[in-house]
């Protein structure tokens, strides 16, 4: 278990690399029943600057969260997120990756004593490393209880 | 097609309502990767405080999204959202419905005379009307070129 | 609400196009349960005259239908359809769209002052403008109750 | 294969049954983009004469045209459906099968003397007994070439 | 119903061919949870020695045994596989098809009176011929009650 | 990257848990074509001995593959399965979990210089600890190269 002392701002993790397919947006369509032609319509979009058909927003959203996702860490819950930017457009066969960094720990406003937020900066960047989406999480994290001293603490007490 | 100056504040529009199903988690884990036992595991959820399995957030941040998804305005592109926030859980068999409403018309940061800012509170609860998500979703809207009248202008000019 | 006496003939509305995607097809033999080599076996197609993977008749008929779906209308029910027919084969990739043109509106043979019965032709058509499938789409709809007068009516009436 | 010479009329085959699920039910939703409340939203439909969700007509029609589908006979091509009509509401949990009798065999209007149209009439019941939907399906099948003789006069004859 | 008499080594079946898509292949990471970069990502396997995504060898396996399942014998129960072979990858756009031949008819180890183990060597080939996966499909086979007669042996009999 | 050498017989890990859905069982009929009865048909399961509709047994096999899938290691490859063994029969609503543990390292029978093999057991138990599937999970993996010094042997010898 991480406690709100345990996080380090500036650590980071990446995921895999995912190739976002067809199968991808017309799932993400059929679960969110957007089917609007920018998704669906090759021939449409034939006609657009774009050329072609663009991954939904949320759809880019939802696979760079999951793909975030590691360990489980009882003591930390999802809040919300901050300033989600769709920055570039996403085509059938772009690779995406998503990097998650630790970018400042702040007082829960209201419980500071329980609570802590930890905010981390997301950033999806496709196969020429241009990044579609930016976005930042926030979770809420517990801070260490008293009678909970951190296993680095005590290692390093007992190599005293 | 509606154009920066055609938005006005105040307006709202509401979705059907929809069924979050055990369909609708398994597939959203398999879009995305999640298979966090929160989501996934009914037992382990059984011997938690929320006692059953919840819907990922980014499962009703996506279909609240495209309940929302109406007619199409090809003068308005998403931007963003901001301030996402999970308000509550939502489990196998709750209803929600989405409510967008314009809340804020903004001129564009760099090009002000071509673009505005169109910021909707967007709003989920479910059958007990309890909100759920809540998020600012941002389009980037074009001005009105100066040689496109307004049809409603038009139409009050020539009633004259 | 729209009762028989507000449908007017002769009116029609179409959808958006969607291309028809390979994971159309593979959902689609996945609900049904059809695995038919024209539809799954590309090796096989490229032997046949058509060449490639044929889309099933139902799946084209069911976007059609669903691309169709509009505003609801409580007065009406689906009752059934007449005369479909699978003209012309759909493949990977062909964007296909739906147009409904109300044709004739009939009594319900057995309940002719409770109901009324409208034919609404379907027609659907790929990029090449050629028709893939028609059919007539049948709803029973209810006739206006006397104490109910039509909007437009008493539209009229109040201008009077 | 089976030229239009072997069909016997009265001929008759069923399906194995098939529980109607809910994930049937989304999963038709996300495939035709039809979330109409009578389908999605279990709130909204117990507030209704059917008091539940219902499924749609047209996945109906496809699981039961597609639990129909046997062997493959390359000298028949589906036509059409003739008189389709959705007579009780399906809903989650049902379990419905299918049952195909030949019913006429006609020449075809313009080539008779190369092709004939097979008549299939389509029952599908509930577990209940009930008819839930019914159809004509109409192929067109090939008429036996002067050269290929039937197995079984070929065989009737050898035996003389 | 078949009994473990009536079965008889050295007896085949094949399935039809079917494509393997990337809807299958996202469809199946979907359901398991493997998202490794070797099915999902083209960008990573276009620097490996195989050069584009991988198939799951579950996902062959389980459409192979799919492929192969045909009319249900009451008589037997699915046991097990022995000598699962992965040989060679499938990679997008390859058509397999399934055989599978009855290998070897054994006494079942604990109630060699009641039932036997009916073995059955599956392999699976591309559309170059080449075996990509083999394996021994092995049943339980409930032996012919002394009550019932072989419908051959009856046939025979009232031959004499 | 771990090597031949480095994998020590013993050792396991397991998986979080995962409640299998008729979703699940529904999807994976759609993936295989296995639209079985026992799977598919309440009305005919609960006129059978287990009562209610089975999962089939390659969703559960590749289900338990995919959730032991854990951390890349590029010195293995998937090589096949031993003695599959479908135990006992998993419902809808049952949370399994899988196990891996090595149990053997063997040389690789042709090139024993280069690559070794070892065997995992993997085992699936339900919510109430039985057992529902249990194989052998074999990996080609390659030993370390002579130039390649192991981080233990390497940290070993700098502690000298």
Do not use: W
Request: negative net charge.
């Amino acid at each position: 278990m991480t406690y709100f002392e345990d996080y380090i701002v500036g650590e980071s993790h990446s995921s895999y690399g995912r190739t976002v397919t067809e199968t991808d947006i017309v799932a993400h369509a059929g679960q969110t029943g957007d089917f609007y032609p920018h998704h669906m319509d090759a021939e449409f979009c034939s006609t657009q600057p774009f050329g072609q058909r663009m991954a939904h927003g949320t759809l880019i959203l939802s696979v760079a969260i999951g793909m975030l996702a590691g360990e489980i860490n009882e003591e930390a819950m999802s809040y919300g997120y901050d300033r989600v930017r769709f920055i570039a457009p996403v085509f059938i066969g772009d690779t995406i990756r998503a990097r998650a960094e630790l970018v400042e720990m702040l007082d829960h406003p209201r419980q500071p004593e329980r609570f802590g937020m930890a905010h981390e900066r997301v950033t999806v960047t496709n196969q020429r490393g241009e990044t579609v989406l930016a976005l930042t999480k926030i979770y809420v994290v517990n801070r260490r209880p008293a009678d909970k001293v951190s296993p680095t603490a005590s290692h390093n007490e007992s190599g005293l």
